[in-house]
């Protein structure tokens, strides 16, 4: 059993270029479904449920396609034994994996007050160029929702850019990235409830 709650932990956005399914979208935190962080509003898109103890929610602006988007907000939730540090130190042993067929990578890990953030940059050059540069903020928080669920929540944003935006976003990165993690650690995270 152990074993198995591990493995659904393990699926805590395993970030991939690849884009969901299409399906009937449910709100499985019931909260709103328009979220807002900075000058952005989002509005649930897509969300999962592939097992037992595992929820997925990705939110994105008026516009955006999972397909093809600049921003993206999303939440999981693993209902496990396991802690926020272990889940965010599987991220991290996760993207030093990825470090020799994607050098774009880079990432920091930060805890403060009981939470972990994991601030990290990664790629996709699969056509042999390089096609899409990512950058999320993960904050990983022990957790127990409204109805008792005890587990690992997850918040994060991501921002991409495509071919010829790359070399600004990455310079602009540069001048922003801190102010965005503060911005970030300082949002409030919605109260969920999963309903059995």
Do not use: C
């Amino acid at each position: 059993m152990i074993k198995s709650l591990v493995a659904a932990a393990a699926l805590i956005l395993l970030s991939s270029f690849a884009a969901p399914l299409r399906v009937d979208v449910k709100n499985y935190f019931n909260i709103a479904e328009e979220q807002s962080f900075g000058n952005l509003h989002y509005k649930l898109s897509w969300s999962s449920h592939p097992v037992e103890n595992y929820y997925k929610q990705e939110y994105l602006p008026a516009g955006e396609t999972s397909e093809h988007f600049d921003h993206m907000l999303m939440m999981d939730f693993a209902i496990t034994s396991a802690s926020a540090s272990q889940l965010a130190q599987q991220k991290k042993a996760e993207l030093e994996k990825q470090k020799p067929s994607d050098p774009i990578i880079n990432y920091t890990l930060y805890e403060k007050a009981g939470e972990l953030m994991l601030d990290f940059i990664l790629s996709d050059s699969s056509s042999g160029s390089l096609n899409i540069v990512e950058h999320n903020i993960y904050r990983y928080k022990n957790y127990t929702d409204k109805a008792g669920h005890k587990g690992v929540l997850l918040i994060g944003i991501s921002e991409r850019a495509y071919g010829k935006n790359i070399t600004p976003f990455l310079t602009a990165l540069k001048q922003t990235r801190v102010e965005k993690l503060n911005k970030f650690a300082g949002y409030k995270i919605p109260d969920i409830e999963i309903k059995s």
